[in-house]
């Protein structure tokens, strides 16, 4: 093997000739560094950066241009290669496109695959630390990245069963409108804003023909996204999710337990005040997961506080409606328990009764298919670790980029493997 096919193979080249290899020192920290001289084959020069169509040259460009690569052993490589400039008919005056970097980067291709890789995989100090770049470029290589791993895969491609949902980031000051492919689990789309506008400009991109091949949309109840799936997906069904639902009943008897404790203690009844103000988590919590101190608690209340006691039931039995074993079972939970919340003079659940009445249907569609946001709700929470990550990148689309990554199925393998 020749020297310079040693080299390619190394730093895993292709369509590039070796001209030579050059020990070098790195002019500001005075270390060793590689500097490894390319040119591309004849086939891939003068050839646009943004569309790669072969052009007529314009100069020759700066004579020698460097992209960082993968450390050697312990050595920092470059590579260095003249970068003409051509005309493109569409793009204008370009730099020409080298096989071993993506458009406008400093870094080679693997490198950026690897920042990538590492950028899902492991947390922000160590990319930062192992790859010697600040957390910035990390999110500018994650969305040149995920750019081209975009380019010529449709990520919309076979949608039938999605889950619609918002997350919120820098402190809920602002909100993500996300998709999600129930039969891959994959994030398929997200976007700034949480309106119908932006869940409008989804529907857009999806086109008619795509929209109507949609059968199912898990999602909560917001209007924002209610609307515009039933105005775009003549076809969906609309599967309202259970932990959206049984949220609310869970507000519910604590609404009860505040307006009691009011009364209790306008009434002078110091001691009971201060009861119920301690039985929130008693009363909040999942029966299963009750403390001792917090079952003894729920007792005392069964025992003086009818009223708040019934409130407490009533959430319970609606969380039983997606334990049921069958669907008949379940919606017959359901309806039984409408007619019971819509009579049990307790206004916190009145109010809730014609909410979800006004949902049954949904809920129903969701209790038949079996679908839930769980899944979304998981793909929430790495969000929103990821959120909190990309905070350094400054911008809302590097961070839904490294979400895609992540999420979307467009991390690259690392590179060689
Ligand atoms: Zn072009």
Redesign the pocket.
């Known amino acids: 093997m020749r020297n310079s096919s040693v080299w390619k193979a190394t730093l895993g080249l292709q369509s590039v000739v070796v001209e030579r290899v050059d020990a070098a020192q790195d002019a500001v920290t005075g270390g060793p560094l590689i500097e490894v001289r390319v040119r591309s084959y004849e086939r891939e020069q003068s050839r ?1 950066v ?2 790669g ?1 072969r ?1 007529p040259g314009y100069d020759a460009g700066p004579p020698a241009r460097r992209w960082r690569a993968l450390v050697l052993g312990t050595v920092p490589v470059y590579l260095v290669a003249a970068l003409p400039r051509v005309r ?1 008919a ?2 204008g005056v ?1 730099a020409a496109r080298v096989p071993w970097a993506r458009a406008h980067s400093r870094f080679t291709r693997q490198f950026e695959d690897q920042v990538a890789w590492l950028a899902t995989h492991t947390a922000k100090g160590t990319v930062g630390a192992l790859m010697r770049v600040a957390w910035r470029t990390v999110g500018q290589i994650v969305d040149r990245v995920v750019e081209d791993a975009k380019r010529g895969r449709d990520l919309l491609f076979g949608l039938t069963r999605i889950g619609i949902d918002e997350i919120s980031f820098r402190k809920g000051q602002r909100y993500l409108t996300v998709v999600i492919d129930h039969d891959t689990g994959r994030l398929v789309w997200a976007a700034e804003g949480r309106d119908k506008q932006t869940l409008n400009r989804f529907f857009d991109q999806l086109g008619s023909a795509r929209c109507a091949g949609i059968e199912l949309v898990s999602c909560d109840m917001a209007a924002w996204i209610c609307g515009p799936v039933q105005e775009r997906c003549e076809n969906a069904e609309v599967c309202l999710d259970a932990f959206h639902v049984v949220q609310l009943a869970t507000d519910a008897p604590d609404q009860v337990r505040r307006q009691v404790w009011n009364e209790a203690r306008k009434a002078g009844m110091g001691e009971q005040a201060k009861q119920l103000k301690n039985a929130r988590f008693a009363l909040w919590k999942n029966p299963e997961r009750l403390t001792d101190r917090q079952a003894a608690k729920l007792s005392e209340i069964q025992a003086t506080n009818r009223t708040l006691f019934r409130a407490y039931l009533l959430k319970e039995q609606l969380r039983q409606i997606w334990r049921a074993p069958t669907f008949e079972a379940a919606m017959e939970l359901l309806d039984g328990w409408l007619s019971w919340a819509c009579r049990c003079q307790i206004p916190a659940f009145v109010k809730l009764s014609k909410t979800i009445r006004g949902h049954r249907e949904r809920i129903a569609a969701a209790l038949f298919h079996g679908l839930s946001n769980a899944r979304i709700e998981a793909a929430n929470t790495t969000l929103r670790l990821i959120a909190r990550r990309a905070f350094g990148f400054h911008s809302a689309d590097a961070m839904i980029a490294l979400g895609m990554l992540k999420l979307g199925g467009l991390c690259p393998p690392l590179p060689g493997r």
């Open positions: 646009c943004v569309c169509a052009c493109c569409v793009h370009r």
